[in-house]
Each structure stands twice: as structure tokens, then as C-alpha cells.
């Protein structure tokens, strides 16, 4: 008998080094506890059919099938027979199992009636989708004098259900079964570290139970009962290290930074020429309470592009100024940096050119940051923030360099904060003396279970209304492939606005002319898409490279748009070449601006009234609808062109008609989710590794998530460091890893 184990003894132990070899290098798998909490991704049900029609070529799947036919044939260009096995779903789906060479045994295994799991890459041959020399496991059911298939033993299927795992070639979803049967029954329960109290009131099952009926379920009964805890688990780790970071948060001393009766934000707010929103006012109050008050602020601004984030935060900033303080804009690229200043500049007029001629003596200075800066310029600039003189200085990486020294630091505004990282977010906060108060501003609508789970610790405020003079964005998917004439259509579109003395975007995903023909724009300053890479094509390997700006620019030039005047921009471009481009495009220099995504965010050209994306499907929900932001920002509507190769019902094709259809961007946060591996929105991408949120959902789960978020407040008031639950407090660690929580935090 295997001996004893727990959730930490290696595998090696219990299934010998071949196995536990296997699970290390193809699944990432050591201990007993990686494995147990390796849950099934399906379950099949004896009888039920797996749907054969949705699989996709190329595709590693596991089918649950029933033998319908067995053919034997000579094959043609070499000696020996093909076998042929037809199996069903029991829908009318079939899918086609070949075999080559002699091998008589498996026609007499495959009998008509047998039910099985097949497990291998789709391929598809003359219109008929196979799997060439799967790997299999017959049931039993049906089977003669109790014979099984040579590959497997059934004894870990008796149940209703069927787990099928996530497997690899080298280690096939029964063979994952089979071991974890194997630990199971020799597996000393371990200590339950849910407060007995939490699982009384929430019913929740033992650690022990769930474990076991999540792999081995007598029925949907006992399979949701599992599930349903270890969800909890998942969820009560996540809340409760958000839940304390916010109390010790809370906790931190700031220096308060009143709103003056009298003083810039006063006199900016008496030059506005326009009415602020009421939604601007209310958050301008929200923003104020928390600036006035002796700890930081970790405020999230949310708002749809073009709703007047920017205001917002420029009102906070200049509240910190008259209270004697410093304000930092940390933007992502300096493209946005740079336009942010002259924005900024532009809406404090003297006021933000203080000790200047035309500036007001009572009012501050505007300084820009960033890496490029000349080494004169960049003197001057560092003296104006060390001395104090600059009270809003705007920057991007370049504000976290030693050297750049502030007098007060009291306010840091992040835009767009899922571009920076949480050290760049500390090194930033570091520069002050107190933790300075944070507001993190985003144009990404965030469903509203998404916010409590990963802005768990931010207070949050939207913006809903946008201002006056926005017109609508129309936005329609051009397929390329299958209607060529609408490609020629999209161009001659753009001339016609260029003639009515409008200006466009054409947005490609790559900046190209760099060597490889594949690489993507993460090689730019700004990532790739999020998400959004597949074309309808399973085979990705046989796609062409993304369209490059350096290939299409001039091929638009010299054909569909010749005569236009074109500018190019990019990450790679130089920054004075990048400033250069960008001011002439918003002074009307430019016609059309063919840019990769360094324009997805905070680039404000009223004129723009048309926007073209190239191979769209490589990019994401949250990108297209950050990118059609960019036009209609004037009184003239805007137009978004959405150009796609992708296949009519493919999972891409889905997407850009869903981002066509609306332009609600909470309902296109949804819809971004669900197409998304739900780890990515909980960090596993973030911090480079596998995710240890396997279960829960974000949209599906959202009762229970604030379930766990009231448990965990509770439980935090009276124990905030959980030195009464120690064995809570190891479980959230290992759920929760610090450089995780860190990513959590988002402050």
C-alpha cells in the first residue's frame, strides 16, 4: 500500500519519479497539494455526448465518444492496413480515429457500442475532422468478459461524472485521474483553515470533502457542494488581503490637503469656460474629502474616454498646490505625457505659467519629465521640482529616477494605471516624506465585481455623464476577405472626410521594419492587444505577420490615399519626432495619421472624425473601444472602421460585432472577461505566474464574492492580523502571494 501523505509531500512519493517526472515537466506539478488542487476543466456524463461539431482544427482535445463504425484498408503508398473508427457524441457529431500500421488488436478493442474517452489534435482530411493515432481509455460499458483497451484502466471512472483535466500529450487526462485516485486514498486529511464560524453560517463543506468531490463526484449534488467551498476559498483570500491592506492603509499618516476658500483651484474654476458635469462636481467632492483628510487617499476615477477624468484630476491637483504641496501625473507613454502638459498648460493658461511675462504671480508652474529631455532642459526641469517652484509636474517612467527630488510630493495621479507596475507605483510614493495621497484614473469601464475583487482596496468614483459637445461613434466591421469591395469602400471614406476638412486614423498592430516578420507591437512602448489574437484560424502558426505601420503607411500613400497628406507614429519614433508628428496632426498639418496603439489613450484631436483598424481582430475588447475614443471628440460624428480577416462566427469575428454593436463600455468590460482566462484579471499575467484563482468567476460569482468580502470585514475588525487564525493566515499566503497582493492592491 502507498504510504501516507499530505498536501506537501512530493509526488515522487506516492506515484514514483517516472510519473512524478512527467507531472513536473509537462504540467507544472510537485507536490500532492499541486495536484489535488489541479481540478477537472469538464466533466462528461456516460450517455451525454461531448460536442464533436465545435471542435477546432488543431485543437488538443479530450472527446467522450461512442464506436459507431470500424474500417480496415490497405494503404496506398506504403505497405500495411489503415484502421478506421468513426466515433459519435450522440448529437449526430462524428469524428474519425485512424491508425496505421498492423494492428488488428485495436479492431477487435474498438467494437461498435463501446463508449471510450480519445484523446489528440483535431486535424481535418478531405472536409472530415480526425485524430490521427489518439491515446484512449474504454469504459468498460459494453465490453466483453471485462476486456479494456491496453491504455488505461477504468477503475477511476466509476463514477456518473467523468473528470477530464487539463492534460499534455505525455500525460493524458486519464493518467492525471489515475493519479490523483492514487493520493486520494492515501491522503491524511488536512486542517481545514475556514473559520468553523464562516463555513456554520455560509454551509460550506470540510477541506477534506471538497477536495474529494471535486475530483471524484458521486453526483451534480456533491460536485456543487465542492465547488462551491473551494470557490470560497478563492474568494475569502482575495478579500481578506485586500480587506487588510486597506485597514493598515488606513492606518498610514498623510499630510492633509485641504480645499482653500480662496486660491488657484478657486480662480481655475471661476476661468473655466464651460459648466462642469454634476458628475465632476460630485467626484471633485469626493476627491476633496479625501485630500483633506490626515491619511492617503487611494481613490480609482473611472470614466468612459472623453467624460472629463482629466479636469477631475487637474481640480485635485491644483487643491494640493494651494495647500502648499506638490502633484505628480504619472502617464504611461510620453506621447500622452507630452500631450497631458499642453493640456494642462492650455486649460491653466497663466495661471500655470507663473514667474513667466504673460504668467500669473499668484499662480504655479507646469513642468514635463521624461526621458528624453536634453541634459539642459532636463536641469532646469529637476531644479523647478526640487525648489518647489513646479507644483504639478508631469512625467512618465523618467519621475522615478534618483535624481528627481520633490520639495512636498502630496498628490500622485496614475493614468491608465494597468501600464505601470506595482515598483514603479512605490518608487513613485517613495519620493515623499508621508505616503502621498493616490488617485488612479481609467478610461476601462470595470464591471462592478471585477472593481470589488481587484480595486478591493480603492474607494471608487465614476464618471457617467460625458461632457457637452461629444458627438456619437458609429463603429462597423469591414470583412477584408470576404467582401474586398468594402476595403475600397473604407478608403474612399476617409477621403471624402479629409475633403469635408476632417482628419483620420489608420491603426495597425505592428510597427514593423525591426527584422522578424512576426514581431508585434509589444516591441513599442505600448503593449499588445489584451487578449484579442485569434482570426477565426485555429492554426495560428500558418497566419500572415500583423500589418505593420512601416509597410502600410506607404502603400496608402502611393495607392488608396495618395495625395493626402500622412504622418506615421509610433513607440519607436524618437520623442521630439513623436511631439513633432502630434503637433501637427492636432494643428490640422496632418490629414491622416497612420499610427500603431501609442494613440489608444489620452490623445484629444477634435477634427479626427474616422478611424480605420487594420487585422482589428489582433486586438482586444478594452483596446478597440480605447481606440474609437480617439474620434468624435468634436462637434462632427465620429466613424470607426473595424477591418478584419476574420471568418464569419469565429470567436474573433463574435468579438468585433459585439464591439460594433455597442458602445456601452460596461457591457464591453463583460464581454472582455469572459473571453479572458479570469486569472489574467487576477494577476497571473502580471506576476509571470500560474494563477492560484482557478475556480472563481468574477461575473458568476459575484453574490458569493461579497459574501467573502462581509466575512472578511468582520473577521479583520477584530482580528486585523489573523493571529487567531493561523492556519487562515498560511492559506492566504499560499493563495495569495505578496507580489500577487501587491498586483491586487493597484494603488
Not at 490523483?180 to 470540510?206: C, W, Y
Not at 490637503?257 to 471633485?284: C, I, N, S, W
Not at 492636432?586 to 483598424?613: F, K, Q, R, Y
Amino acid at each position: 500500500m502507498t504510504q501516507p501523505c499530505t498536501l506537501d509531500t512530493p509526488l515522487t512519493v506516492n506515484l514514483g519519479a517516472k510519473t512524478a517526472k512527467a507531472m513536473a515537466d509537462h504540467l507544472d506539478l510537485h507536490t500532492v497539494g499541486d495536484l489535488l488542487y489541479h481540478f477537472p476543466r469538464r466533466y462528461d456524463e456516460r450517455g451525454e455526448h461531448t460536442d464533436i461539431r465545435s471542435l477546432e482544427v488543431g485543437e488538443q482535445v479530450t472527446v467522450l465518444g461512442q464506436v459507431r463504425r470500424t474500417t480496415v484498408r490497405p494503404m496506398r503508398q506504403r505497405r500495411g492496413k489503415l484502421l478506421e473508427v468513426v466515433v459519435e457524441d450522440g448529437s449526430g457529431g462524428t469524428l474519425t480515429l485512424t491508425f496505421f500500421g498492423n494492428q488488428a488488436w485495436r479492431e477487435r478493442d474498438l467494437r461498435p457500442g463501446r463508449w471510450g474517452l480519445f484523446a489528440g489534435k483535431v486535424t481535418e482530411f478531405r472536409g472530415v475532422r480526425q485524430l490521427n493515432g489518439p491515446e484512449y481509455v474504454l469504459l468498460g460499458d459494453g465490453a466483453a468478459d471485462g476486456e479494456v483497451a491496453a491504455e488505461g484502466d477504468v477503475e477511476e471512472f466509476a463514477g456518473a461524472l467523468i473528470p477530464v483535466y487539463r492534460a499534455a500529450a505525455a500525460v493524458p487526462t486519464w493518467v492525471i485521474a489515475r493519479c490523483v485516485k492514487t493520493v486520494l486514498d492515501v491522503l491524511t486529511p488536512p486542517e481545514d483553515p475556514m473559520p468553523a464560524a464562516v463555513r456554520a453560517t455560509r454551509n460550506l463543506i470540510g477541506l477534506d470533502a471538497a477536495l474529494r468531490q471535486i475530483h471524484r463526484p458521486a453526483g451534480e449534488p456533491e460536485l456543487f457542494q465542492a465547488r462551491r467551498r473551494l470557490k470560497w476559498d478563492e474568494a475569502f483570500a482575495v478579500q481578506l488581503t485586500l480587506v487588510r491592506r486597506k485597514l493598515r492603509a488606513a492606518d498610514w499618516p498623510a499630510r492633509p490637503r485641504p480645499r482653500a476658500d480662496a486660491g488657484l483651484l478657486a480662480t481655475f474654476d471661476g476661468r473655466l469656460p464651460y459648466e462642469l458635469t454634476d458628475g465632476q462636481r460630485r467626484v471633485g467632492d469626493e476627491i476633496a474629502a479625501d485630500l483633506a483628510t490626515a491619511h492617503p487617499m487611494h481613490r480609482l476615477l473611472q470614466g468612459e474616454v472623453g467624460s472629463g477624468k482629466t479636469v477631475c484630476a487637474l481640480r485635485a491637483m491644483l487643491q494640493v498646490v494651494d495647500a502648499g504641496g506638490q502633484a505628480a501625473l504619472l502617464a504611461p507613454t510620453e506621447v500622452l505625457a507630452a500631450q497631458h502638459h499642453r493640456g494642462i498648460g492650455d486649460l491653466l493658461g497663466p495661471l500655470g505659467r507663473a514667474g513667466e511675462l504673460d504668467g500669473d504671480p499668484d499662480g504655479t508652474r507646469v513642468v514635463l519629465v521624461t526621458g528624453s529631455l536634453g541634459a539642459a532642459a532636463r536641469r532646469a526641469a529637476l531644479e523647478e521640482v526640487r525648489e518647489g517652484r513646479a507644483g504639478i509636474v508631469i512625467g512618465t517612467h523618467a519621475l522615478l529616477y534618483e535624481g528627481v527630488d520633490f520639495a512636498d510630493l502630496g498628490l500622485v495621479v496614475v493614468d491608465e494605471q494597468h501600464r505601470f507596475g506595482v515598483e514603479q507605483r512605490d518608487a513613485l510614493r517613495a519620493k515623499a516624506e508621508q505616503p502621498p495621497h493616490v488617485l488612479v484614473m481609467t478610461a476601462t469601464p470595470i464591471p462592478r465585481t471585477v472593481a470589488m475583487t481587484v480595486y478591493g482596496d480603492l474607494e471608487i468614483s465614476a464618471l457617467t455623464q460625458l461632457p457637452g459637445g461629444r458627438s456619437p461613434i458609429a463603429s462597423h466591421v469591414v470583412p477584408a476577405a470576404e467582401k474586398p469591395a468594402f476595403l475600397d469602400r473604407t478608403w474612399r471614406r476617409i477621403r471624402e472626410e479629409v475633403a469635408a476638412g476632417h482628419q483620420a486614423y489608420v491603426v495597425c498592430p505592428r510597427i514593423g521594419d525591426q527584422g522578424g516578420s512576426g514581431a508585434a507591437a509589444s516591441d513599442d512602448e505600448e503593449p499588445p492587444g489584451d487578449g484579442g489574437t485569434d482570426a477565426g484560424s485555429s492554426d495560428t502558426g500558418s497566419r500572415r505577420p500583423p500589418l505593420a505601420v512601416a509597410e502600410v503607411a506607404p502603400l496608402l500613400a502611393d495607392g488608396p490615399l495618395h495625395g493626402l497628406r500622412l504622418g506615421v507614429l509610433h513607440g519607436r519614433l524618437p520623442a521630439d519626432e513623436k511631439d513633432t508628428v502630434m503637433r501637427a496632426f492636432a494643428a490640422g498639418d496632418l490629414d491622416v495619421l497612420v499610427a500603431t496603439t501609442v494613440i489608444e489613450v489620452g490623445v484629444d484631436v477634435p477634427n479626427a472624425t474616422v478611424m480605420v483598424v487594420l487585422d482589428a481582430d489582433r486586438f482586444g475588447v478594452s483596446q478597440l473601444h480605447q481606440l474609437r475614443g480617439r474620434v468624435g471628440r468634436g462637434a462632427a460624428a465620429g466613424l470607426c472602421l473595424l477591418v478584419t480577416e476574420a471568418v464569419e462566427g469565429s470567436p474573433a469575428r463574435e468579438r468585433l460585432d459585439a464591439v460594433a454593436s455597442t458602445t456601452d463600455g460596461f457591457r464591453l468590460a463583460e464581454l472582455d472577461l469572459e473571453q479572458r482566462r479570469e486569472g489574467d484579471v487576477l494577476g497571473a499575467t502580471q506576476s509571470g505566474r500560474r494563477s492560484h484563482l482557478r475556480l472563481l468567476s468574477l461575473l458568476r460569482d459575484s453574490e458569493l464574492i461579497g459574501q467573502a468580502r462581509a466575512e472578511a470585514i468582520e473577521l479583520l475588525t477584530e482580528d486585523p492580523e489573523l493571529v487567531r487564525q493561523p492556519a487562515l493566515a498560511a492559506a492566504v499566503a499560499a493563495l495569495v502571494d505578496e507580489e500577487r497582493a501587491e498586483y491586487l492592491e493597484k494603488g
